[in-house]
C-alpha cells in the first residue's frame, strides 16, 4: 500500500482508545456509527500518504471519507484531536524520538513568500 500504512495494529489502537468519547449503545435511526479505530486508521492514512479525501482506500478497517471528515471536525471541537496529538507526543519524548532542540520550519505556504 502506498505511504506504507496499513492501518492500527491492536497494540497501537490500544495506546489510543481511551482518548476518544464512549460512541451511544444505540442508535433509533441513520445509519450506525464508523468505528473510531477506523476512522483514525482513514485520518492517519491521508496524514501519512498525502492523498485526497477522495481517494480514501475503501475496505473493513477504512472509515468513508465522509464520516472521517466529520469525525475530525467533532474532534477538533470536543479536544479528542489535541489529547491524541498530545499522547503521541508523550510517547515519542518517552522513546527519545524527539530531538526538541532541532526544528525545522517550511515557509513555502506562507502568505509572506517573496516580501521580504
Known amino acids: ?62 472509515g468513508s471519507n465522509s464520516s472521517a471528515h466529520r469525525r475530525l471536525k467533532r474532534w477538533q471541537l470536543d479536544g479528542s484531536l489535541e489529547a491524541l496529538q498530545a499522547r503521541i507526543l508523550k510517547i515519542g519524548q518517552e522513546k527519545g524520538l524527539i530531538k526538541w532542540s532541532y526544528g525545522a520550519l517550511d515557509g513555502s505556504f506562507s502568505p509572506w513568500k517573496g516580501r521580504w
Open 1 to 62: 500500500m502506498a505511504g506504507g500504512f496499513e492501518g492500527l495494529s491492536n497494540l497501537e489502537w490500544s495506546l489510543f482508545e481511551d482518548i476518544f468519547p464512549k460512541p451511544p449503545e444505540k442508535r433509533e435511526r441513520g445509519m450506525p456509527h464508523s468505528s473510531f479505530r477506523y476512522v483514525l486508521n482513514t485520518l492517519l492514512y491521508i496524514l501519512i500518504t498525502g492523498y485526497r479525501w477522495c481517494d480514501v482506500p475503501k475496505g473493513e478497517i477504512w
